[in-house]
Every structure is written in C-alpha cells, then in structure tokens.
C-alpha cells in the first residue's frame, strides 16, 4: 500500500473542459466593478441632490422678484396719488423727477451723476420725438435698475382722488431741466420699444449693466427709507 499512488483517471470530454481564470482575478475583477456601481450611483445621487436644491434657490428668487415687483408698482402708485399724476397717461421730465423723488430714487441733495443718471433714463424711455414718456415704461425701467426683467404685463390703478400736499424738496426738484444737449457724447441710450410701445431691455446682460449702472439710486432709496 506504501508504494501505490492514486491517479485519477479523466475522460476525454474533461479535458476538454476550459479552465476560469485564476480566482484572486475574478475577486478583484468583481469588487472593481462593485465600486465602480457605487460611485455612478453616489455621482447620480449628489446631481439629483444639487437640482433641487438649484430648483429650490430658482423658486426663491421668482418669490422674491414677485414681492418686490408688487412693492414697487406700489410704491409708484403711492407716488403718483401724491403728485396728481393719472397712471394713463404719459408724464413729463419733470414729473418723472417728482415721481421718482417721492419713491426715494432721488435725493434732494441730487449730485451731477445721478442727475445725469434720471436724463439717461428719461432719454431711453422717452416716447419717439416727444418730451415725455409712458408711465408704465418707468416702471419697466425701475425694475431693470433692480435687475428683474419684465417679462409680464402690469396695469396701473391709480387712484387719483388722493393726493397730498407737496414738500419744499419736491419744489426744488420741479426746477431740474432736462440737459441731454450738455450729455449728449455721454448719454447711452437703453433698450427699445415693441411694437405696442412698450420698453424692453435687450437682453439679461443689459439689465446686469443697468443695475450696476445705476446702483446708486437704490442706494438712495435705502437712506430715504423710514
């Protein structure tokens, strides 16, 4: 018995069974794979995860820009009852100062370049070779210094029964001319007008401008504000 060794005896059809690859090979072939899965879908998850919260800060920011458009078209209500002014209709130079004063864009310390600031707006809204301008176009033009483009109608309800008497800072801004003769190489003209007549900013990149522009009228608005 010391002397005999077993020998298997193997058929053909065994030998001509292929042979897997070496085990450590496929064990480490399949934790690739696995992990592999597990970063698709950690990378699936953290991009879902940024689109919500992308959808989230998008809803926000439409939340906030409906909010502060309805306190701006009331707050030029507001202004236009104290002045008299009847939102149908198109106002002049003047006028355009008294409403944006009373709205706390103006200060009555106006300086050279906010003065040169309210002729350029007045310059871009103005109606085609008239001095004077659509009311709803201002407001248009307010919400660019605010970077919100407009892209919804408003209707203006003013109810010109109530006014208010007008303050000695209102009186010194009545005097302000328009001098878009001495800012004439300066003036930069914004946006155009629709079919109907309606300012519109040509694009986002110029309401960007705009409210950088004109960053200092907000500015004012913050010191103005009770």
């Given at each position: ?7 298997p005896?193997i ?10 690859p070496?085990?450590c ?5 399949e ?5 592999s ?22 809803s ?26 009847l939102?149908?209709?198109s ?9 944006m ?6 200060l ?14 007045f ?6 070779n008239?001095?004077s ?12 210094v605010h ?21 000695d ?9 328009y ?25 986002a ?13 907000i ?5 103005s504000?009770?």
């Amino acid at each position: 018995m010391e002397n005999q060794t077993f020998k298997p005896m193997i058929n053909d059809a065994s030998k001509r069974i292929v042979r897997s690859p070496d085990v450590c090979d496929s064990l480490y072939k399949e934790a690739k794979d696995r992990l592999s899965r597990q970063k698709c879908r950690l990378n699936t998850e953290i991009s879902n995860t940024r689109k919500r919260a992308n959808s989230r800060h998008s809803s926000n920011e439409r939340l906030n820009s409906k909010f502060l458009v309805s306190k701006i078209m009331r707050n030029m209500n507001n202004a236009c009852q104290s002045i008299g002014v009847l939102s149908n209709r198109s106002v002049n130079y003047q006028e355009m100062v008294k409403i944006m004063f009373t709205m706390g864009y103006i200060l009555s310390n106006i300086t050279e370049y906010e003065k040169f600031l309210i002729d350029n707006i007045f310059e871009s809204i103005r109606d085609k070779n008239e001095e004077s301008l659509r009311l709803k176009n201002l407001f248009y033009f307010i919400l660019g210094v605010h970077e919100i483009s407009a892209r919804e109608k408003f209707q203006f309800n003013v109810d010109n029964e109530q006014t208010s008497e007008e303050t000695d800072g209102e009186d010194s801004l009545i005097n302000i001319q328009y001098s878009a003769d001495k800012l004439e190489n300066k003036m930069h003209p914004y946006g155009h007008f629709s079919d109907k007549g309606n300012f519109k900013f040509h694009s986002a990149n110029e309401v960007h401008e705009v409210a950088k522009l004109f960053k200092v009228l907000i500015d004012n608005q913050k010191i103005s504000a009770p």
